[in-house]
């Protein structure tokens, strides 16, 4: 697959858009009636969104996201920092406002995330320099309290995030210890907190799905591939030891600056199924270049040309469930993320729908990589 750089996409802009949005198959032309939802649904996927649940006061908003999405997933409400904000208190209005609005519309969730070494209360961060004793009371009382709150709910948790150091040539390398990331679980608990925070999620909803979630494994640069090296043996490990995971995220935080390539993340997407887990898309949204067109057709058709790249590749590979990191550009993290938004007031266009709730070219790319059009 060939993929148009900015200079060439100003001049393709026209011919990519009439692409993308010409339906090929009757599944297609239905999409702008289903919504992403039903077209994924079609072709046994699941596509849902994750979302803040002061979002939910917006009902234009709202209505779009019933439309499009079908299943759900809080962005902060469910991290530790929201959620148990002080020891042995929980915070779980704001998950319980996404929950019970899923409910109302027939809307499973997920839950993100239970161990991170980001948006962690203090309580927490002195508590671990007590060593690895108790780094596991720390992890076990805060799954009994939240697993045992959303057992009725959830199905589906991101037990451990982001784990996986980044290799040299990333935004934000780090050093060592090994390929693991450097964080307060690591130094409490040694590198076997991961298969700790499995096993204790496990022995608490025996039927959960447990997925490791994990970002910058997703381009053809070679710091996305040592880290999927990386992240492929940290999970090879875990299974070799039985470890109770099931499911690996891929993020999907893609960055226009740089390069894909279908062949890698085929063979990276095989390389865990063939550990026995699944593999899932879980945060996507595209991030464009600072020097982007200044001609949003042209942008819009960059931005929709990856996203079509990157899902149809996971489509074949056999991906079965994918969620955006939100659904609008109204509300997003790469629009307010010093380092991330764009300078001069600009305003990046990565995700499915406009600030104004309309349909883009990246939406057409998602349906039709969901429908299986070319």
């Known amino acids: 697959m060939t993929l148009v750089t900015p200079r060439r996409a100003v001049l393709a802009a026209p011919a990519l858009l009439m692409a993308l949005t010409k339906s090929p198959s009757t599944a297609l032309a239905r999409a702008a009636e289903d919504g992403l939802a039903g077209v994924a ?3 046994g996927i699941t596509y849902g969104a994750a979302l803040l649940a002061e979002n939910l006061a917006d009902e234009n908003y709202k209505r779009a996201l019933d439309r ?3 299943l759900l997933m809080p962005i902060w409400e469910g991290k530790w920092g929201a959620i148990e904000p002080q020891e042995a208190v929980l915070n779980t209005g704001p998950l319980k406002q996404i929950i019970d609005w899923g409910a109302a519309e027939g809307k499973a969730v997920r839950g993100h995330t239970l161990i991170w070494h980001e948006s962690l209360p203090e309580w927490v961060t002195k508590g671990l320099k007590g060593g690895r004793n108790a780094g596991i009371s720390i992890m076990a009382s805060h799954m009994d309290r939240v697993l045992g709150f959303t057992k009725p709910f959830i199905r589906d948790w991101d037990v451990v995030n982001e784990p996986i150091a980044d290799p040299p040539g990333s935004d934000t390398p780090q ?5 693991l990331r450097r964080t307060p679980w690591l130094e409490a608990m040694g590198p076997d907190y991961i298969q700790q925070a499995f096993i204790m999620a496990r022995q608490r909803d025996a039927t959960l799905r447990l997925t490791l979630n994990e970002y910058g494994i997703e381009e053809d640069t070679p710091a996305a591939e040592e880290k999927r090296r990386r992240l492929l043996s940290l999970v090879r490990e875990l299974v070799m030891k039985s470890t109770p995971i ?10 226009l600056s740089n390069p894909f390539r279908p062949e890698p993340l085929q063979r990276f997407i095989s390389a865990l199924q063939g550990t026995g887990l699944q593999v899932l898309v879980t945060e996507l949204d595209i991030r464009e270049t600072w020097n982007a067109p200044q001609d949003i057709a042209a942008r819009d058709a960059l931005v929709a040309e990856r996203a079509y790249a990157f899902a149809s590749t996971a489509v074949e590979a056999g991906v079965k469930t994918f969620l955006t990191w939100g659904i609008s550009d109204r509300y997003t993290w790469l629009n307010d993320t010093p380092g991330v938004a764009m300078p001069s007031g600009r305003k990046h266009r990565g995700l499915p729908l406009g600030e104004d709730l309309s349909r883009k070219p990246m939406w057409q ?10």
């Open 246 to 255: 099931d499911a690996v995220g891929i993020q999907a935080h893609l960055q």
């Open 68 to 70: 499009e999405a079908a």
């Open 365 to 374: 790319a998602l349906a039709r990589a969901f429908s299986g059009g070319s």
């Open 175 to 179: 050093s060592g210890p090994g390929d």
């Open 41 to 43: 649904k079609k072709r």
